[in-house]
């Protein structure tokens, strides 16, 4: 199917670009906007409205005003609301993959796949809004009663990246609604253009005004500031950096909020001898190249077995080379560009870095010059322990290859790092994927599969990777409190 240049400004134009406050679409306080860019041809594709600090403190308000009266909102009908969505975003597919592919570069295929991916969490959390419980207890002493309920924790503040932009949303923006909780959301400044069509559609299917409120901005931290700031907010829940993190985690130390952290990675991907290395190789290929490497799961370096280690690499190796990089829109694209010239730049710096300590390159290794953040697949082996791309996140399409001797040695190598997201494991021997299973310090792991993303499971790292859990029945958790009544008989 080709693309049009008109159907493109069609689903550009599609969007609301002004900030939605208390249910109403509005222009910013300073009528200031900010402009966003097709990662592929570094065009500006639109002009969306720049929040001010008072339009923050605005925003905040209206999810204030509407705390009481959702909390109490039918359950029943917080679900139906959000199965809804889900239905139009489905229903919408198409038109907001092409919106997603415009502003963050993924291939379409790609983009349909988030699209339909961000959809199943609000189907998920519209089935979980009816089944917030609470205890009934005698107290062991039998005088009196234990009575515990949940409620939701109040209204929240929810940070998004770019890399996701519609999915990262969703996964908040669902259990949130579920639970009864109002809510502020600021998406990455690069990819606003998803967030605005998620609130379009929210509002469409009947969200009451001032439940979720969108600021998009230029200068994040200055529209943060006075939200985080407010004793009104009770929670915030951040996908991000580990840098922007910790900054987030220390503003809400000063009000005690509750929060949600889903931090940086740096995924180890171990090949043990008794794998099957095609299917290695497979997993490889989606964990190294689903979202051109700009994923915090994405595998950032592969630990190969020695016997397996030059087998691995030239099969990855010519998989990843003949991968089609391209605009996302082009047909058969499978490798888009990177979300801008800084990304790129970083990548290639830690190729620099990995060749000039001895590191060689099987295929790629370079930017591709013209339009657009191109750079190449790459697959490098003999990569010593010192290269810089083994300790931080790549976030680009490149496969660092090590090798290791024996278990210890590989699962020492995967935990030799400050972040715990997720790892990968080929093995076919049960008893050993149990142990390595248990042994990893990560709060997810890949066990013979090469993704590990799913609405109905607990999404979530350790260490530097963060803390909380999104999806799965623990994902309406991060927004509900536990009341306790201690009832006289
Ligand atoms: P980022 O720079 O941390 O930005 C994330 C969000 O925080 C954006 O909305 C950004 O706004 C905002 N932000 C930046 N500085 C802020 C501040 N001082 N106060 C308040 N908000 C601030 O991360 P990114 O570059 O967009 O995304 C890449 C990172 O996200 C990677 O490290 C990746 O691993 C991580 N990530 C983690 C997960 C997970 O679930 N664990 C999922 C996806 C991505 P602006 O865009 O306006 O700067
Ligand atoms: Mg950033």
């Known amino acids: 199917m080709t693309i049009t240049a008109e159907h493109e400004k069609s689903v550009v134009d599609a969007v609301a670009r002004d900030l939605y406050i208390g249910g109403r679409w509005q222009p910013?306080?300073?009528?200031?906007?900010?402009?966003?860019?097709?990662?592929?041809?570094?065009?500006?594709?639109?002009e969306v409205a720049d929040a001010t600090p008072d339009d923050a403190r605005a925003a905040l308000d209206a999810a204030v005003a509407m705390r009481a009266e959702w909390a109490s909102h039918p359950p029943r009908e917080r679900g139906e609301i959000l199965r809804r969505?889900?239905?139009?975003?489905?229903?919408?597919?198409?038109?907001?993959?092409?919106?997603?592919?415009?502003?963050?570069?993924?291939?379409i295929a790609e983009s349909r796949t988030e699209i339909a991916y961000a959809a199943e969490f609000f189907r998920w959390f519209a089935e979980e809004a009816v089944r917030i419980e609470g205890r009934f207890a005698a107290a062991p002493n039998g005088q009196g009663r234990l009575l515990t309920m949940r409620q939701p924790v109040g209204p929240c503040y929810l940070v998004t990246p770019w890399n996701?932009?519609?999915?990262?949303g969703t996964r908040k923006i669902g259990p949130a609604v579920a639970a009864g909780c109002t809510?502020?959301?600021?998406?990455?400044?690069k990819t606003p253009l998803s967030?605005?069509?998620?609130?379009?559609?929210?509002?469409?299917?009947?969200?009451?005004?001032g439940v979720l409120n969108v600021l998009t901005s230029s200068s994040s931290s200055a529209v943060s500031k006075p939200i985080m700031e407010d004793p009104r907010l009770r929670k915030v829940s951040f996908t991000g950096s580990t840098e922007v993190g910790r900054k987030l985690m220390a503003q809400a130390s000063e009000n005690l909020l509750r929060v949600s952290m889903e931090l940086g990675g740096n995924a180890p991907f171990l090949v043990f001898d008794d794998a099957d290395v095609d299917a290695a190789v497979e997993g490889a290929v989606i964990a190294k190249m689903r979202n051109v490497g700009e994923a915090c799961t994405a595998a950032n370096r592969f630990h190969v077995a020695d016997r397996l280690s030059d087998e691995f690499a030239e099969k990855l190796a010519r998989r990843l080379g003949a991968m089609p990089v391209g605009r996302g829109t082009e047909d058969g694209v499978e490798v888009g560009p990177l979300i801008d010239e800084d990304q790129r730049d970083k990548?290639?710096?830690?190729?620099?870095?990995?060749?000039?300590?001895?590191?060689?390159?099987?295929?790629?290794?370079?930017?591709?010059?013209?339009?657009?953040y191109f750079y190449e697949p790459t697959v490098l082996t003999d990569v010593p322990d010192d290269a810089r791309l083994l300790d931080e996140e790549i976030f680009g399409p490149v496969a660092p290859v090590a090798t290791f001797d024996d278990e210890e040695a590989a699962v020492a190598a995967a935990n030799d790092t400050e972040y715990g997201l997720v790892a990968y494991v080929y093995t076919s021997d049960l008893k050993r994927a149990m142990r390595v299973c248990e042994a990893l310090d990560t709060g997810m792991v890949g066990l013979n599969q090469g993704m590990v993303s799913n609405p109905a499971a607990p999404f979530g790292g350790v260490k530097a990777s963060g803390f909380g859990r999104e999806g799965g029945r623990e994902g309406i958790a991060e927004y509900l409190e536990t009341k306790y009544v201690a009832m006289a008989m």
């Open 164 to 168: 996701f932009p519609m999915a990262m």
């Open 195 to 209: 967030m605005l069509a998620l609130a379009q559609i929210l509002e469409e299917s009947g969200l009451p005004p």
């Open 28 to 46: 910013a306080g300073g009528r200031r906007t900010f402009a966003v860019e097709d990662p592929a041809t570094a065009e500006t594709i639109a």
């Open 347 to 372: 990548v290639s710096e830690l190729v620099d870095d990995a060749t000039h300590r001895g590191a060689s390159v099987v295929v790629g290794g370079r930017r591709r010059d013209g339009r657009g």
């Open 183 to 189: 809510m502020v959301i600021k998406p990455a400044q």
């Open 85 to 107: 969505a889900f239905e139009r975003i489905v229903e919408r597919q198409d038109d907001l993959a092409l919106l997603m592919t415009l502003e963050m570069g993924k291939p």
